[in-house]
C-alpha cells in the first residue's frame, strides 16, 4: 500500500517538479499522478509544460489560467490591505499560493484523488501556505511533499529523473532560485546569499537600471473605485491588463526593486531580491488616497490591521478566520476610496505629486492661511484646556 493512490501535484515544468512524478509513483507507491500546472502570467509556455508532465509519467496534464482570479481575488485585497511585509515586500509568491492550493484542491475532488503534491523543500514559506491552504480547504486530503523528505542534491534530483527520461535542463541552469508570476519576480540564491554582495544587474527582467531609463519624467494618474485599481491614465482597464501595462510603465522607470533580508516563518533569516513594479506603485499610490478620503481614526486604526493582515498572508494563513474578519473589515472601510492619484515617475521612483476625490475629507476652508480661513480659532483655546488638562495636573503634582 502507498501513500496515496491518485495525487494531484502542483507542476511547473522544472526538475523537481517532474522528478516527483515517478518519485511519487516507484518510491512511494502512488499509482496515479495527475499534474496541474497554473497560468499565473509567469510567461512560460505552457503547452511544451503540460507534455513534459505526460513524459515524465503523469496520467493527466492540466494547466490552468487563472490570470484573472489571482488579479481580482488575491492581489487586488491585498492592495486595499496596503500589504507589505516588513513594511517592503508586496507579496507576488505569497499570494499565488493559497490560489495554486485552490485550484489543487477543486481538480483532486473532480478526479476523485486523495492526496495533493507539490515540490517545496522543507526550509521555505511556501510549503506551509501550500500545506495550510489545502489543509483549510479540504482537511480529509493527504499532502504529500517529496523533496521535504527525499534529501538528495540537484546532481541527484537530475540523475534520478534521467532515468526516468527526464531530460537534463539544457542550458546550465541560473545560479538563483527565481519565482515569477504577474505580481512580480522573487530572486533568491547564488551570490546573493550573502547579504553583502550587490545583486547583479542580469537578475533583473521587469525592471531597467537606472542609467537606462529615461531622462524624461512621465506623468500617470492611476483612478480607483472603492481601493481597486481601475484606470490608467484616464482609460478603464480589466485587471490583468492593468498589472501588466502598469509593470511596462512603472519597470521602464527602475521603479520596484527591492533588495532585503527577510525573516521567513521558518525561523530563517534570507536575502530575497524582488521585483515588483505595479505592485509597489499601486500600493503607495492607495494608501496616499486612503488618506484624502478615510477618516483620521479609520486610517490609523487600519494600519494595524493591516500588519496582522500582511502577516497572516505571509504565514499561510489565507483561508484562516482571522483572515476572514480582517477582509470584512478592510472592505468596510473603502467604500469611499475612489479617486485618482497622480505620479512622478522617474530615475527609480515614482513620486505622488496628486491626488483627488469626489470622496475628500480634505477641507479647504479649514486647512487654509488665506483670508477664506472658516476655522474657529477662538475654540481651540477651550479644546487645548481640556485636552491638557491632565497633564497639567501631573504637572502640578510633580513640580
Ligand atoms: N521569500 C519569498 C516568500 O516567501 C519568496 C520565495 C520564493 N522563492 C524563490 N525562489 N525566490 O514569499
Known amino acids: 500500500m502507498g501513500r496515496a493512490k491518485k495525487v494531484v501535484l502542483a507542476y511547473s515544468g522544472g526538475v523537481d517538479t517532474s522528478v516527483c512524478i515517478p518519485y511519487l509513483k516507484k518510491e512511494w507507491g502512488v499509482e496515479e499522478v495527475i499534474t496541474l500546472a497554473a497560468d499565473l502570467g509567469q510567461g ?8 513534459k508532465a505526460l513524459k515524465s509519467g503523469a496520467s493527466e ?9 489571482f488579479v481580482r481575488e488575491y492581489a487586488f485585497p491585498a492592495i486595499q490591505a496596503n500589504a507589505l511585509y516588513e513594511n517592503r515586500y508586496p ?27 507539490h515540490g ?9 501556505r501550500f500545506d495550510v491552504s489545502c489543509t483549510a480547504l479540504n482537511p480529509n486530503l493527504k499532502i504529500l511533499a517529496p523533496a521535504r523528505e527525499w534529501g538528495m542534491s540537484r546532481e541527484q534530483t537530475i540523475a534520478y529523473g534521467e532515468q526516468f527520461g527526464i531530460p537534463t535542463p539544457v542550458k546550465k541552469s541560473s545560479p538563483f532560485s527565481i519565482d515569477k508570476n504577474l505580481l512580480g519576480r522573487s530572486i533568491e540564491a547564488g551570490t546573493l546569499e550573502d547579504p553583502a554582495n550587490e545583486p547583479p544587474e542580469e537578475i533583473y527582467e521587469m525592471t531597467k537600471a537606472i542609467a537606462d531609463t529615461p531622462n524624461e519624467p512621465e506623468y500617470l ?33 527602475g521603479i520596484g526593486r527591492i533588495d532585503m533580508i527577510e525573516n521567513r516563518l521558518v525561523g530563517i ?8 513594479p505595479a505592485m509597489v506603485v499601486l500600493i503607495n499610490a492607495h494608501r ?25 498572508v505571509y504565514n499561510g494563513l489565507w483561508y484562516s478566520p482571522l483572515k476572514a474578519a480582517l477582509d470584512a473589515f478592510i472592505q468596510q472601510t473603502q467604500e469611499r476610496v475612489s479617486g485618482v492619484v497622480r505620479l512622478k515617475l522617474f530615475k527609480g521612483n515614482a513620486t505622488i505629486v496628486g491626488r483627488w476625490s469626489d470622496n475628500s475629507l480634505y477641507t479647504p476652508d479649514l486647512a487654509t492661511y488665506g483670508a477664506d480661513d472658516q476655522f474657529d480659532h477662538k475654540a481651540a483655546e477651550g479644546f487645548i484646556y481640556v485636552w491638557g488638562l491632565p497633564t497639567r495636573i501631573w504637572a502640578q503634582q510633580n513640580k
Open 44 to 51: 512560460d509556455e505552457l503547452e511544451p509544460v503540460r507534455e
Open 120 to 128: 517545496c523543500t522543507g526550509k521555505g514559506n511556501d510549503q506551509v
Open 288 to 312: 496616499d488616497l486612503e488618506s484624502l478620503t478615510l477618516t483620521a481614526d479609520v486610517s490609523q486604526y487600519k494600519r494595524g490591521i493591516e500588519e496582522t493582515y500582511t502577516k497572516l
Open 61 to 69: 496534464s492540466l494547466v490552468a489560467d487563472v490570470k484573472d482570479i
Open 221 to 253: 494618474e492611476i483612478g480607483f473605485q472603492k481601493g481597486l485599481p481601475t484606470t490608467i491614465n484616464g482609460t478603464t482597464k480589466n485587471p490583468v491588463e492593468l498589472i501588466e501595462q502598469l509593470n511596462q510603465i512603472v519597470g521602464n522607470h
Open 91 to 117: 507579496l507576488g509568491t505569497a499570494l499565488a499560493r493559497p490560489l495554486i492550493a485552490k485550484i489543487l484542491v477543486e481538480a483532486a475532488a473532480k478526479y476523485g484523488a486523495d492526496a495533493i503534491a
Open 269 to 276: 533569516k534570507s536575502r530575497e531580491i524582488y521585483e515588483s
